[in-house]
């Protein structure tokens, strides 16, 4: 069955740090990658997909992931993060082999301090 | 545009009662997810609707989960009779095809649901 992991639960850091948050999935061929975030008290929405194409993506609100194939990463960054980024964000993989299902990571709460 | 709306936002029962939850989606899109989100894992498919046919429910108990979306619009999610265990915030979702298998998911809201 297909996995998603995320490597790590809880992040605290303060404003202007950078940010990096790990994803990992289990299943080769063919895979849709996505990031979304849940902002407290508000719905999970789209950071950023990786469809086809250049394994740089980039997103809302200054992020950006690296799809890494050989490593079955799909690694979520941003250089600097303000107070508004604090939320929970979740990884998340489509794969055909899967049956084209959304599967989630466990997700990993991010805190910044102001 | 209009969101994806869920009802009711926040649900208390106590165990072996049962409870529904209603999704209306985003005007006009023709697929429809149930998921489950049991506190600090993330969203868990239920069963995905694509008009009024279920495409998958292989993740849906259903010796007490059901789910149906008769018109091919809103849906409702039953669960009867609750265990302890269906504690989790219950997401509604839908998307509309684009192009090729690519079609962003909108969340609603959720319900929370509490059993006792």
């Known amino acids: 069955a297909q996995s998603v992991s995320q490597h790590n639960h809880h992040v605290i850091l303060s404003e202007a740090a950078s940010l990096e948050l790990g994803c990992n999935y289990s299943y080769g061929g063919t895979v849709n990658l996505f990031w979304y975030v849940q902002y407290p008290g508000q719905h999970l929405q789209l950071l950023l997909k990786?469809?086809?194409?250049?394994?740089l993506v980039k997103g809302i609100k200054g992020f950006e992931a690296e799809f890494i194939k050989s490593k079955f990463s799909f690694n979520l960054r941003k250089p600097s993060v303000q107070w508004s980024d604090t939320a929970e964000y979740f990884c998340?993989?489509?794969?055909?082999?899967?049956?084209?299902?959304?599967?989630f990571g466990g997700g990993t709460r991010v805190l910044v301090k102001p | 545009e209009a969101g994806v709306a869920q009802s009711p936002r926040y649900k208390i029962i106590e165990k072996r009662q049962s409870v529904a939850f209603w999704c209306n989606p985003i005007s006009g899109h023709a697929t429809l997810y149930w998921y489950q989100q049991i506190l600090g894992q993330g969203p868990k498919l239920l069963i995905q609707?694509?008009?009024?046919?279920?495409?998958?429910d292989s993740q849906l108990p259903k010796d007490r989960f059901s789910a149906e979306r008769l018109k091919g619009v809103d849906s409702t999610l039953k669960i009867q009779p609750a265990k302890l265990e269906d504690s989790a915030v219950y997401l509604c979702?839908?998307?509309?095809?684009?192009?090729?298998?690519?079609?962003?998911?909108?969340f609603g809201p959720g319900t929370r649901l509490t059993v006792l």
């Open positions: 998340a993989v489509k794969g055909r082999a899967a049956g084209n299902k959304l599967t």
């Open positions: 609707f694509q008009n009024n046919g279920v495409v998958d």
């Open positions: 979702a839908s998307s509309g095809l684009v192009r090729r298998s690519y079609n962003e998911q909108f």
């Open positions: 990786y469809f086809s194409g250049d394994p």
